[in-house]
C-alpha cells in the first residue's frame, strides 16, 4: 500500500512539472495557444488560463496554480497584487514590458551556457536569441547551473561594472535575474 502512496505522489508532482512547463510556454512565448492574452506588461488573467489549461489538464485547478508558483525553484511568476493575473517574471520571447526598472548592477555578473556555443559567444558576445534579454546570474555557481542544463557548461564573467560606465542598462527581475540587452564580447571572459 505504501508504494501505491508513493508512487502517486511521484505521477502528481511529475504532473504539476509538465503543468508548469505548459505555463512557462504560454505565458513566455504562446499565449494563443490556449486562447488567452497578455495585456502589454505580460499579465494573463487567472480565470482565463485556469480555464485554458483545463482543457487539456481537467483537473487543472487555482489550487495547483498557487502551488506551482509557490514551490517554482525558479520563481518563474508572479501574482499581481490580488491574485487576478499572473505573469512570467522573464524569458519572454513574445515584446512585453514587464516594468522592471534600471538597476544598478553589480560589479560582475555571469553566464552559464554550453561549451558548443562559446566559438560564436567569443566572436560575438551575448545576445538574446529568441528572448527580449540576455539573462545573467549573480554567482558563478548559479551560471554554472544554467549551463549545465544545456549540455557541459561554460561560464561567462561579465565586467558589468564597465558595461554600465559605457551605458548599458540593466534590470533584475523579481527573481534576481539580471537582464541587459545584449553582452558584446570585450566585456566578456570565459572562466576555466
Do not use: C
Amino acid at each position: 500500500m505504501r508504494r501505491d502512496t508513493q508512487h502517486d505522489g511521484q505521477d502528481a508532482a511529475a504532473d504539476l512539472t509538465r503543468i508548469s512547463r505548459f505555463i512557462s510556454l504560454i505565458l513566455r512565448h504562446k499565449p494563443e495557444a490556449i486562447g488567452i492574452t497578455l495585456d502589454r506588461h505580460g499579465w494573463a488573467d487567472v480565470d482565463a488560463l485556469i480555464a485554458g489549461i483545463g482543457r487539456e489538464h481537467p483537473e487543472f485547478d487555482r489550487a495547483m496554480l498557487e502551488e506551482i508558483v509557490r514551490t517554482d525553484d525558479k520563481q518563474r511568476y508572479s501574482f499581481n497584487e490580488d491574485g487576478t493575473k499572473i505573469r512570467a517574471n522573464q524569458g519572454h520571447s513574445i515584446p512585453v514590458d514587464v516594468e522592471l526598472p534600471e538597476t544598478e548592477p553589480p560589479q560582475t555578473l555571469y553566464h552559464g551556457t554550453a561549451q558548443r556555443f562559446t566559438a560564436s559567444i567569443d566572436a560575438n558576445g551575448l545576445l538574446p536569441e529568441s528572448r527580449l534579454y540576455v539573462h545573467l546570474s549573480p554567482d558563478a555557481q548559479t551560471a554554472q547551473k544554467v549551463g549545465s542544463r544545456h549540455g557541459k557548461p561554460a561560464v561567462y564573467l561579465v565586467d558589468a561594472a564597465r558595461m554600465r560606465r559605457d551605458g548599458h542598462v540593466f534590470y533584475r527581475s523579481v527573481n534576481g535575474v539580471w537582464l541587459t540587452k545584449t553582452v558584446p564580447a570585450p566585456y566578456l571572459h570565459r572562466l576555466e
